[in-house]
């Protein structure tokens, strides 16, 4: 089991992750996943909360073919078009996903771009295969 070290004596205060989770044995890997849906349509033009949704949902379901789920992550990568007008609603599908009193590690960047102009938001994610 994961061990979530979420805010180490002596560590500034965080906001949704914990500064460092160890993990012991495997470890699932998911590639950025993007507001596409299983047919490869953008889901959520324009709208940041229905992409980060599609992108939740095809996390859970690339660890789920791994033998992991979102309760199994232990580090999220999260890339955004626009830091200021899209955080809040990440920040709030993202707290329906994970408990707070362990949140997995996090980092967030703001990236010029991603490979499709419409995609605000990418997610890639680290996780234990689930027990």
Known sequence: MPRHHVRPEGSPPVNGYSHAVAVPGPLVVVSGQVPLDAEGRLVGENDTEAQ???????????????????AHV???TFFLTD???????LRAVRDEHQDPARPPASSLVQVAALVHPAFRVEIEALAVPAV
């Open 52 to 70: 980060v949704r599609r992108v939740y949902a095809n996390l859970a379901t690339a660890l789920e073919a791994a033998g992991s789920g979102l």
């Open 74 to 76: 232990v580090k999220y």
């Open 83 to 89: 830091l200021a007008r899209d955080l809040p609603a």
